[in-house]
């Protein structure tokens, strides 16, 4: 079951929330850059990480899954964000550049379904990433955090469900070393700098990008009529065949007869 829209807007408020943000939304800029010029789409509760990418890109759009509820976003501004179906997202196809997931994959009742849509509606140049709660981290075992919910994966498990949605992993990282305790956010920044090189093992999350599958597709064969030469001459039915033995001849005598 999902986490409502309220109680993940009230975490991302918290000190807590407000590190974790800071921390995936350094990683997806540092994938992206500012997406100058591209469609964005931020799935599941994903606007705490875009909001950044949002004056440079075309166009930034947040879909948020019906059992989690939806919020108006940004605050202030004209409403970006909307209701969707997990798998009927309600977009064209090929119509986004970059595609965000954060709460999306791990608490879906089927997962492959939603990566499915998310293949659909991606560009066929276009990058995913994925943020997902680490199987051996300490944000998966707290259930303080929305990240305490939901089935967490580890980096081959994620690699493996992108490939069955034809999304190849192109690249990963991992984001979240801070303990999950609200009195150490303060600390987050250099828990991020120690945690990558002295164990990265133990990193909360796990980000994977992935580009889109594509493969040529092969003409189908054609049956063709061929044309077989038929005899023009034909014996009739019922016809006697024509004996093929040499039949000798006797010259004639004077007068034409025989002699």
Request: proline residues 9%; aromatic residues 8%; charged residues 20%.
């Amino acid at each position: 079951m999902r986490r409502d829209v309220l109680e993940l807007r009230q975490f991302y408020a918290s000190d807590l929330g407000r590190a974790a943000r800071l921390m995936v939304g350094r990683k997806v800029v540092e994938a992206w850059g500012d997406a100058h010029g591209l469609d964005v789409l931020a799935l599941g509760y994903a606007t705490p990480f875009v909001a950044s990418l949002a004056p440079a890109a075309r166009r930034v759009v947040a879909g948020m899954p019906a059992q989690q509820g939806v919020e108006i976003w940004p605050a202030g501004q004209r409403n970006r964000s909307s209701l969707v179906g997990e798998d009927a997202l309600p977009y064209a196809n090929a119509l986004f550049d970059r595609i965000l997931l954060v709460h999306a994959v791990e608490e879906s009742p089927d997962p492959i379904a939603l990566l499915r849509e998310v293949w659909r509606v991606l560009a066929p140049s276009g990058r995913v990433i994925v943020a997902v709660a680490a199987r051996n981290g300490l944000w998966a075992n707290s259930e303080k955090t929305p990240f305490g919910h939901g089935r967490p994966y580890t980096r081959s498990q994620l690699a493996e469900l992108l490939r069955e949605a034809e999304l190849e992993p192109a690249g990963w990282t991992r984001a979240l070393y801070v303990p999950p305790a609200g009195w150490l956010a303060g600390w987050a920044e250099g828990f991020e700098q120690a945690g990558s090189r002295l164990w990265p093992g133990f990193a909360g999350l796990v980000l994977m990008e992935a580009v889109k599958q594509t493969f040529a597709v092969k003409p189908k064969g054609v049956r063709a009529r061929a044309r077989v030469a038929r005899p023009i001459l034909v014996p009739a039915p019922g016809a006697q065949p024509v004996s093929q033995t040499p039949v000798r001849r006797q010259p004639l005598g004077p007068g034409g007869r025989k002699p």
